[in-house]
């Protein structure tokens, strides 16, 4: 077996044992629900490249839920998940309902977090609280072992009265 074909060999193994071990976020109860997928790149004999929708509800807060946008690499490279995926993502956080606090949290507390590439790439979302503003901030961004990444994007939900339940002040359950 040539030089090549063992590397590669060794990269496919190597995926396989971390989606089967630390998976990407294959079913749990808490990853993120697709809504729909937009192709922007069109490649006639591969995978196009799209974006994808996705709808996530906060695991602590319940009432607020967020949608984010990922790019997926389209070819053979993103359909074999050999391509690093793209940094961007945008994200839009919403009171849904009446917000109620499962527990405490801290400052930059993780939301979600999902593998971007083979091996050291991943995406996150963080939760903060703005005492003064009684406001949640969401700040979703990618960042790898050796070099950060600048790509970010922050959004933000004041916590509203909801019919006749008031609203809980998201500096009491801060965890200092």
Sequence with gaps: MSIGKCIMAAGFSAMLMMNTV?????A????????????????????NAKLAVYALDD???EGVACHFT???IGGW???AGFAEERSEVSLACRQVGPVTFR???EQGDEVYKQRRSLFFKKLQIVRGCDAARNTLVYLVYSDRIIEGSPQNSTSTVP??????SPAPKCGEYMDK
């Design 28 to 47: 749990a109860d808490d990853d993120p629900e697709l809504i729909f997928k937009k192709s922007t790149v069109f490649r006639l004999l591969s995978p």
């Design 70 to 72: 990922l790019p997926e």
């Design 159 to 164: 916590i509203m009265p909801w019919g006749n």
């Design 103 to 105: 527990e405490k949290f």
């Design 22 to 26: 630390a998976g990407p976020a294959a």
């Design 77 to 79: 490279k993103g359909w």
């Design 59 to 61: 695991p602590l807060v």
